[in-house]
Each structure stands twice: as C-alpha cells, then as structure tokens.
C-alpha cells in the first residue's frame, strides 16, 4: 500500500496489548505500512517524585520490552515510528490514528472486573471516537497462535478470530483532525 499507511497500536503491560501488537506487526507487514506503537501514561500518586523524564523514559523502556516479548526486539523490514505520549490510552490512541486511511489496533481486556474497568473504557471509547478503521485483537488468539508453530517451527501470524469494526468515516471523535 501506499507509503502513507499507518497501523497505529496500542500497548499496555498486559496480554491484551501484547495480542494487539502481535496482530499490528503482522498488519502492517501485509499492507507495507508504517508501524505506529503508542504508550501512553500518566504520572501516578505511587510514583511520589520522581522526575517526569524519568517516567517517560520507563514508558519508552515498556515499548522495547513489548517488542522483545512479541518478535524479540524490533521487527526488520517494517518502519516503526514509537509514540510516548503523556496521557489517558483511549485519547492518545484516537489523537494518533487521525487520519482516514490508518487502522489503529488494540487489545480486549479479560472478563475480570479490574481489567473490564480499565481496559474497556479504552476499547469504548476507541470504538466511539476513532475515524479510521478499527481492530479489536483478542489474547486468546495471540496464544492459540502462539502454541501452534508452522512447519519451520516459526509462530504463525494471526488474523481469524479477532475484530475488525468499520468505522463510517462521519463519526468523528473529539479531538481529531485531518
């Protein structure tokens, strides 16, 4: 596709994110598109005083360790633009993914009430406001995957069994532009 294509993923310490970076490699492979990976935090009262920069440079530190856990380090042959962004996730991942030709990629939380709280209202709110076409990946999928290799015995990519919602263009979020 066009040099222009983005696949803009979320990613958070969870499996979830995990499964949504997984399914946004093999995304952005398949379409030739810049790979967008999007941490987004907030400063918390745990974290007491530590240095801004310095919470910003864990979030970075998150983005490497992800792409470790995933495809042991940094894809070759894919661009890869990473985004830290100082924020709430759902906002930051509908500001980034902008643009009507983008896909913006993240993961479902589980069933468990913490994870509903936390995760679902980035999923709603993705769903919601985003502009562009949205993929919902499921971390179910990333371990069936993961537990079944090919016959050279490298995981296999994975596209059945997670979400792609169609966002009509006119549904615009606040805080986007083009």
Partial sequence: ?????????GVCGTLSGLA?????VAEARARNATLVPVTAWEPSEADGLRPLSELEHAAARHLDHAFEQICGGYPAGIRIHPV?????AG??????ADRPGDVLVFG?????RLQHVLHGSVTRYCKTHARCRVIVASPSTLLENL?????NGAPLPFL???????????????GNSN
């Fill in 91 to 96: 906002p930051a991942l509908v500001a980034t």
């Fill in 160 to 174: 059945a069994g997670d979400r792609t919602i169609a966002v009509p263009r006119g549904m615009a979020g606040a």
């Fill in 1 to 9: 596709m066009d040099q222009a294509t983005r696949v803009v993923v």
């Fill in 20 to 24: 949504a970076l997984h399914r946004a």
């Fill in 84 to 88: 830290v962004v100082r924020g709430e």
């Fill in 147 to 151: 537990a079944l290799p090919d016959r």
């Fill in 108 to 112: 479902t939380g589980g069933h468990r």
